[in-house]
């Protein structure tokens, strides 16, 4: 049996788990923006035809998960474990999704890292034999959040040029044993070249680097970030240069110049073994950083779950099956702050977990 | 190799990971109560020395990590993985803690049901070779949770009859694969008699009864329990006798008794196959009825994700070890309501996750 745990604290996953299926669904904003041609469904206005912004967040998790299933060929009912989160107070938006799926459900906190962190955990599911389908998403609105976190939207504030705009915008895939799929798989409907496999996952440790202003948040992942795809990276022997494309979830304008900053620094440090930031700057890309155009106004980007899982589940995925990509690493990123931590004089602390999706 | 999904939606941990560590850490309420000689530490005091009561859950959370850690005779730097949560929002007591202890992290939520969530996917982890060791915990403190759902404590509001107390307390246990523990394992320290093992786990579906009264979640909680234990017995062909003790998390008084009338009515059902409810009153037992004396004015008992984390990892860890009980099936119960859910008119939907373990 092949090792799956490798080198400090990789996970390696040795039946190479499938992403059977995936879609993306995005508010009006970012169905303005650069991405808008890579999502599945944009909506026309922001509620979605619901009485509230949450419950609108809801519904669209729940349709990008319906429709990942359909993506995928699958019925609903042969899902065995579906595990997503969101930044609302308890998770509103997942457990009220949970309730009209009805699939087994684990809720997932990571802040904004939550689409790797339900990625990576439902790899694990399915790679170790408990599952043979999972369902791994996570959402994000702008009006959710805003007046969650920050001001009420009627109160038009300022947004300092370093502040993010969360992303209305959930994103979800099904992720299959390749057995199950396979001997099921119709080759009529989805063909078998380029099929997306997740290899391995890193689970991020928590790094806190100061920060307390809660608009500067890619400022407060970056070194988590950093530190998780250098562990990726060095635990499997490999170099930037062995990706197609590393891509930080939410860092934002700001944030991914920091993070290349300090590759930039490290890869020129004698002490780490084979600078394994060696061209990082050329495969290196954030979700946040290309979500909008700068004439939408949004300052340093994008942020909120929802940002990285669109544009993983709506274009790298197609990309990859496309044949563009062959190997990408997912870094999504997590601000793991609260409105009461920062009344308390608290700093945000930063997470990052990295998922390595190949296709074969 | 053995099979690791068993029946409708069971997972089989074949390795049997062992329970290597437990603490408890709580409150002064709890500390008064009938489970007071079960804990590890009791505090003097609901603030813990913070300034704050989330910085008090947040220490008391690291304290139950740290205790589990030292009790198993292992060292922090050796654990691979940590999955904790509580009830705060975006997990504030878990994420501080996580960010002071520095093991590798992934947030849990799943309202009092955590306790249960993060030792099965720990176990998941552990089992599945992905992790050496690893930790699961969560806590809950009245005096954060009930500013935060309900009333300001100044306020003194009145509290129905069905109403629930939060409980101040905080447990975890450290979860080690056999083959790692034993090998690095002195018999002088710890005896290797009534050694704990996970041996099986039940994803839980969400229930939602349709309460709307946030004072009742035993209420809501109930169904989602009985689910999820009816599946957890069927899938793996046992009944309730199979049990030396079935122990759901905080449904309190209340639900206590709707989960007995609702195995109680489908005990006499024949479309179960062979009554797996059958001796369920006999076995049954909840954290919640028991973490309080009637005397301590907490009218349905005790709740939070803490209550069935500090009796498990205090008390059941420890009469496990001392070859009370041969067969435990922890059911922590969540309610998956938010203070937003509620000001929008929702019900509240519930959730349990099933957890066996075993001595040998």
Chains 1, 2 share one sequence.
Not at 22 to 32: H, I, S, W, Y
Not at 155 to 174: F, K, S
Not at 199 to 225: E, K, Q
Not at 307 to 316: L, Q, T
Request: proline share 4%.
């Amino acid at each position: 049996m092949k090792e799956r745990h490798v080198g400090m604290r990789t996970f390696q996953f040795p039946t190479k788990p499938i992403i059977s299926g995936a879609a993306a669904v995005v508010g009006v904003k970012e169905g303005k923006g650069p991405q808008a041609q890579w999502f599945d469904k944009i909506l026309q206005e922001d509620y979605y035809n619901e009485k509230t912004f949450e419950k609108a967040e809801s519904k669209m998790l729940k349709n990008s998960i319906s429709m990942a299933i359909e993506n995928a060929c699958l019925k609903k009912n042969i899902i065995d474990a579906m595990l997503t989160g969101d930044l609302l107070n308890q998770l509103m938006s997942s457990s009220y999704m949970a309730r009209d799926v009805g699939i087994p459900y684990l809720g997932i906190y990571g802040a904004c890292s939550t689409m790797t962190e339900s990625l990576l955990l439902a790899s694990v599911l399915v790679d170790g034999g408990y599952c043979k389908h999972t369902v791994a998403g996570a959402s994000s609105h702008f009006a959710t959040a805003e007046r969650q976190f920050r001001m009420p939207l009627e109160h038009g504030n300022q947004r300092p040029p370093q502040a993010q705009w969360t992303a209305t915008a959930a994103g979800a895939v099904t992720v299959s044993s390749p057995d199950e799929y396979l001997s099921n798989h119709n080759s009529n409907t989805i063909p078998l070249t380029n099929t997306l496999r997740v290899t391995h996952g890193t689970v991020g440790r928590v790094i806190d680097p100061g920060i307390t202003d809660s608009n500067f948040m890619g400022g407060a992942m970056a070194p988590a970030a950093f530190d998780t795809i250098r562990v990726h990276l060095t635990d499997l022997g490999r170099t930037s240069s062995d990706y197609d494309l590393i891509l930080t979830g939410d860092l934002g304008i700001a944030g991914k110049k920091i993070l290349q900053d300090l590759a930039m620094k490290k890869s020129h440090n004698d002490s780490l073994p084979n600078s394994v930031f060696k061209g990082f700057k050329k495969v290196y890309d954030d979700c946040g950083a290309i979500m909008y155009f700068s004439e939408q106004d949004t300052h340093s980007g994008g942020s909120g779950c929802g940002c990285s899982a669109s544009i993983f589940c709506g274009r790298i995925v197609k990309e990859m099956r496309a044949g563009k990509y062959k190997r990408v690493m997912l870094v999504s990123t997590g601000a793991l702050m609260s409105t009461i931590s920062k009344q308390q004089g608290e700093t945000i602390p930063g997470i990052a977990h990295a998922v390595t999706v190949e296709v074969s």
